[in-house]
Each structure stands twice: as structure tokens, then as C-alpha cells.
Nanobody, 118 residues
Framework: QVQLVESGGGLVQTGASLRLSCAAS????????MAWLRQAPGKERKFVAS????????GYTDSVKGRFTISRDNAKNMVYLQMNSLKPEDTAVYYC???????????WGRGTQVTVSS
């Protein structure tokens, strides 16, 4: 099955930007819908964004609309999350996920930490 590794997290100030990357190995990611989810301290893991196999259908949770952009490059087996206008409430471990169906994310990376200071 597909294996995922996230990178690009870090410590930034409010209003800064980061781009997270997800590198996949194994089967081509063109087989899968892809998503980013995040888990803040003491909270459940929550959906952030998803993108369909061909990149034509994209969805976001309301709190990141207009600030975050998910994209994919199937030829490079990469998925990205561009995060702009970061807020302290965006602080979380961000996970890349893959699945054959939306809300059935069956493959996960180990996560990358994003910390936003005020």
C-alpha cells in the first residue's frame, strides 16, 4: 500500500506562510483521493482539506477556506498544502492521508508539527 512522508512544518509567527509536502511511495497516488488532517493538543484529529484523484474536486473545512490550498502532482507522487495567513489556532500536527473513498483514509504519514506563535 501507499506510504506517505510529510515535511515542511515549523515554528512561524501569526500571518506567516508555510507549504507542507507529502511524498508518496509504492502505488502511484493517482489511484487515491488525498487529504490533509490535523490534530491539536488535547483534541481529536480533524479534516482540513481533500483533493480527488485527478485534482478536479477539492474541499476544505470552513476554518481554512480562503487561506489554505491543497494541490497534487501525480507525476511526482506529491501532495501539497499551501498555508497562508496562519493563526495560532492552526497549531497542530498535520497528517497526509490517502484513500479510495472520501472519509475512508486508509494510509497515513507520521505527521509534521506546525506551531504558530502570536
Amino acid at each position: 500500500q501507499v506510504q506517505l512522508v510529510e515535511s515542511g512544518g515549523g515554528l512561524v509567527q501569526t500571518g506567516a506562510s508555510l507549504r507542507l509536502s507529502c511524498a508518496a511511495s509504492g502505488p502511484t497516488i493517482s489511484t487515491y483521493a488525498m487529504a490533509w488532517l490535523r490534530q491539536a493538543p488535547g483534541k481529536e484529529r480533524k479534516f482540513v482539506a481533500s483533493i480527488s484523484r485527478g485534482g478536479d474536486s477539492i474541499g476544505y473545512t470552513d476554518s481554512v477556506k480562503g487561506r489554505f490550498t491543497i494541490s497534487r502532482d501525480n507525476a511526482k507522487n506529491m501532495v501539497y498544502l499551501q498555508m497562508n495567513s496562519l493563526k495560532p489556532e492552526d497549531t497542530a500536527v498535520y497528517y497526509c492521508a490517502a484513500g479510495l473513498y472520501e472519509n475512508n483514509w486508509t494510509s497515513w504519514g507520521r505527521g509534521t508539527q506546525v506551531t504558530v506563535s502570536s
